[in-house]
Nanobody
Framework: QVQLVESGGGLVQAGGSLSLSCDAS????????MGWFRQAPGKEREFVTA????????EYADSVKGRFTISRDNAKNTVYLQMNSLKPEDTAVYYC????????????????????WGQGTQVTVSS
């Protein structure tokens, strides 16, 4: 099991940027594929982006392609989410998630694939 703590959320105007971080502890971070999900009020949790253990493969939801970037630093046990050109519809609680895997290239786009979750950080984009 790995413990995940997100940070960096806040209030930003439409068109602005935010950078989220997710710090991991407890197990070897490089053994985990990582993902970011979000959940808006009254909606289901949805996939945002994911990155492989090695960092060489990434997947993005269509709604964030070209605006969001996921990255990781295995030496710092941290995964990042850079969010640019934010829109009001990006408003949600953002969660990072981890999945232990032996495959260094796998990326997971569904919630069911993840074993561990952070507590979430609120992102609010005003119009």
């Amino acid at each position: 099991q790995v413990q995940l703590v997100e940070s960096g959320g806040g209030l930003v105007q439409a068109g602005g940027s935010l950078s989220l971080s997710c710090d991991a502890s407890g197990r070897t971070f490089s053994m985990y594929a990582m993902g970011w999900f979000r959940q808006a009020p009254g909606k289901e949790r949805e996939f945002v982006t994911a990155i492989s253990r090695s960092g060489t493969r990434r997947e993005y939801a269509d709604s964030v392609k070209g605006r969001f970037t996921i990255s990781r630093d295995n030496a710092k046990n941290t995964v990042y989410l850079q969010m640019n050109s934010l829109k009001p519809e990006d408003t949600a609680v953002y969660y990072c998630a981890a999945c232990a895997t032996t495959n260094i290239l796998v990326v997971l786009t569904a919630t069911v694939g993840y074993d561990d979750w952070g507590q979430g950080t609120q992102v609010t984009v005003s119009s």
